[in-house]
Every structure is written in structure tokens, then in C-alpha cells.
């Protein structure tokens, strides 16, 4: 006897993300942009979505930085 919908039923939304572990994301990478010489004030100035755009390309973050501080 074949077991219908009734018996196995599944959760149909995802659980949602939760705000803790974004802000530790978030925090963790303003912190590397400020390992890779970015200067705190101007991290903190920066939206989110900033950030992770910097971060895909840390090799011309860091270009960037030493070329400033010539």
C-alpha cells in the first residue's frame, strides 16, 4: 500500500537567515578589507554591498591602497 502526501510531508519554505550570523559576516569582511590597508574610517563609510565588491578583487584593492599612500 503506497504511502500518500499525507505521510510524508516536507516544510515548503526555507528558514530564514538570521540577522546574527549576517552581522558577523558582515563585520568579519570589514575586517579584511582593513588587513588589506583600507583605512577603517572609509570601511565604515561603506555600505555592505561595497564591501563584497571590493573583497572579490583583493589583489587590486591592495594596488589600490599602495598607490595612495606614494
Do not use: F
Not at 48 to 69: F, Q, S
Amino acid at each position: 500500500m503506497p504511502l500518500g502526501r499525507k505521510y510524508n510531508k516536507k516544510n515548503m519554505t526555507r528558514p530564514t537567515k538570521g540577522g546574527g550570523k549576517k552581522r558577523r559576516r558582515q563585520n568579519l569582511h570589514r575586517k579584511r578589507l582593513i588587513a588589506l590597508g583600507v583605512s577603517e574610517e572609509v570601511v565604515n563609510k561603506m555600505n555592505p554591498r561595497d564591501v563584497r565588491t571590493k573583497l572579490k578583487y583583493p589583489a587590486k584593492v591592495a594596488a589600490e591602497v599602495a598607490a595612495a599612500k606614494k
